[in-house]
């Protein structure tokens, strides 16, 4: 589903949770690759994130630098462990009470 994702400036980003990051970070990857190659491309005109306020495509120079914002701030939070990563550590400590 093609998403739109607000400018927000890098201290708005470091004043986030992570779980709110996290989910920015997912929009961001949601977005579409390009307007050229969007569904609306046929009747709408080009947005500009400038005047909008929104990041839509990929190749906007705005949706780069929102990404490495976030990767930014992500790289000095803590690492959430997945559910994955979850159950393995229970699978392993169960094994040890053994």
């Not at 927000?8 to 307007?35: I, N, P, W, Y």
């Not at 994130?49 to 495509?57: A, I, S």
């Not at 705005?62 to 690492?79: C, G, I, M, P, S």
Request: proline share 5%.
């Amino acid at each position: 589903m093609p998403s739109q994702v607000k400018i927000v400036s890098k201290d708005e980003l470091d004043s986030m949770h992570t779980g709110t990051l996290l989910r920015r970070r997912t929009a961001l990857l949601q977005c579409e690759d390009s307007f050229a190659v969007s569904d609306r491309s046929d009747y709408e005109s080009s947005p500009n994130p400038d005047e909008t306020g929104w990041v839509e495509f990929k190749d906007q120079p705005q949706w780069r630098q929102a990404y490495e914002e976030v990767k930014d701030v992500l790289a000095t939070r803590e690492h959430i462990p997945t559910g994955q990563e979850k159950w393995s550590k229970r699978i392993k400590q169960s094994q040890k009470q053994r």
